[in-house]
């Protein structure tokens, strides 16, 4: 392979997910031409109402933080061999865990922040590593697992939050988390005014760049991937493919752990009985967008969370249904799950590009040969 083909498929995976984002974009705007609206003016207000001031911006980050996390939980189980769809249930979960953390816990604020942190990451991570178990020991299947310990962590939630957290005048929430016990913090209610953004953003960032560490620059990176790859030939190379499977699931549950940390004791400040997050199903397109990858995760959540706060303002403003802009995001996910699609047709530009210039390269030898 030559050298413009090694540069040219290391970048596929981008090429993917660009190519995903135009045309779902492209299928916005004809279905915006066709309810008769102008599809320059929906993305306009669109794009603005997600990044017009610095109150929405912050609230573009706060939205992202969540998909963030939820995202890098499915990509992490992805890249190791597993389907992660129970990220709902251990955001509950971790939620729980937290709030009650939050109304119980009092202590300075640093050290209350790390037991606060801890909890959703630990309530989570027990929620994962249940299926990872299952999976591990009895085979099965992870999909199946993690959807009936969603349930469960539901239904958990519906008796748990009534009995012992609700409020003396709410029937189907939690109290509410004083101000003081929660992420949010002064100097980013400054920095972003009247937004929604908390400490959960910083968390999210860094649980990024330690789950590529992870993934890139060490020996558990490495045989969890290899399990990922090909767990029958990580088992012929000595690896604890059970062990790993267990691993994995456990990581991953603690991510969306701490998605539901962020989540309700950062921007609701309260738990509702008979919701099931939507986040933990929208870090799978996030995942799909970011192929897997963290530094992916991170952008295709910041692209879905400009698209999730800005729908509001564009329906608003030009009546545009704001349903336009799920629509675009379902589009996206349905082209990056066909990826095969594009890599093959970009392999092939490449292929092409290559034997130019090979052709080209070769002319001057064919001239010199000929006097």
Known sequence: MSEIENKEMKSNAFLVAISAVVLGLIAGAVLMALIGSNPFTGFWFLFRGGLMNIERVGNTLATATNLMLVGLSVAFAFRTGLFNIGASGQMLVGGLCATLVAHHVFLPRPLYLVVLILSGLLGGAVWGIIPGFLKAKFNVHEVVATIMMNWIAYWSVYYFVPAYLKGPS??????????????????????????YI????????ASVIIIKFILDKTTLGFELKAVGSNRFCAEYAGIRVNKNVVLSMMIAGGLAGLAGLSFYTGYSRNM???????????????????ASNPLGVLFSSLFFGVLQSG???????????????DTIISVIIYFT??????????????????????????????NKEVK
Request: hydrophobic residues 50%.
């Open 170 to 195: 709410l029937e189907t929430e939690s109290a509410s988390i004083a101000i003081e016990q929660t992420l949010r913090s002064p100097w980013l209610t400054k920095l972003f005014p009247g937004s």
């Open 272 to 290: 509702q009985i008979g919701v099931l997050p939507s986040q933990g199903f929208d870090g799978i397109a996030v995942a799909l967008l970011g």
């Open 311 to 325: 729908k509001g303002f564009m329906n608003a403003m030009t009546k545009v249904p704001p349903e336009i802009a």
């Open 198 to 205: 908390n400490l959960g953003f910083l968390v999210a960032i």
């Open 337 to 366: 799950a066909t990826s095969v699609l594009f890599k093959r047709l970009w392999e092939a530009l490449f292929k092409i590009l290559s034997r130019k210039k090979a052709v080209r390269d070769a002319k001057p030898t064919n």
